[in-house]
């Protein structure tokens, strides 16, 4: 008899995903540039909500773990039982700042989402050690800070709330009794092409490493800090940083690579997905597989091809660790 067969059937994972548009495959409503051409159109050829020209993070991440794509908060939230895991993630959602009604609910409205699923005995076969909760964070409150002109020294404390609330979020999923518990590190935000525009996509905009450095140091302090209370109590739970900034910056600062001709800038440049009297008010490059960045903000579907290609064997083991 094969060892196979000893141990039974293979679960199959549970992903539970939530954030912003990095993680968001569907979920927004459909008045927004996500679900308007050219997104889309490598996969699945049309828009799908995707803030990309395909594929993005959570799709990549899915594969990795050997699970389901997970079922989308926008058309299942009112499932009574849900099989799959779920993606509660909305593009353009933030930490700190969301109303009641608003319709990009912030990270922390989307885990309560699933607190609320779990309490009404909504998850089938319940939270087991084979499900994985992610939280990818991108930086919406601190984008739209620098980009109202406030004034940098009151980042500081920006960004100690926003890792607070990240700190809060990782100890109620934990409290949910997954096992496995993800957190994005922050993307290099000066390097996103909204801020290399300034020298013609030559280099990254300095001015924004500070913040995304302190975000990341008190960040690794909190999963360092949730690992060890985990170790001393026993519980078997594990907290991961999936490391996007050094991917991002290893892809991006790679003079050898020959996939992206200008790493820094983007596809589809100017109000892409948007058009005005008939007319497009963005150009799009000839091949997207040769841009890593697809609009001012997000990869294209190679580009998160190249993000997880970097991120390799330490997710690998993370995610399908017994």
Known sequence: MGSNQLLGPRKVPKLFVFGDSYADTGNTKRDTEAWALPYGITFPGKPSGRYCDGLIA??????????????LYRTHGRKKKIKRGMNFAFGASKMLESSPN??????????NFLVDFVLAGRVYGDITSSDVSLISYAGGDYIYYIDQNRPAAGLKAIVEKVVDNLHVNMII??????????????????????????????????????????????????????NEQS????KGQHFFIIDIHNAFMTVLKNKGNKRFKNPMKSCCEGYCGRSSDGEKLYTLCDDPKSSFFWDEVHPTQEGWRSIYSVLGKPLTEFLTKP
């Open 173 to 226: 999923l934990s409290g949910l009794l997954f096992k496995k518990i993800a957190v994005t590190s922050l993307q290099p935000i000066g390097c996103l092409p909204s801020y290399t525009s300034a020298s013609s996509f030559k280099s990254c905009n300095e001015s924004q490493s500070a913040l995304v450095e302190l975000h990341n140091k008190l960040l690794k302090q909190v999963v360092a800090k949730l």
């Open 58 to 71: 959570t799709d990549f991440l899915e594969k990795v773990l050997g699970a389901e794509s997970p079922y």
């Open 102 to 111: 608003s319709p990009f609910p912030n990270i922390t409205a989307q885990v």
């Open 231 to 234: 170790r001393v109590m026993k």
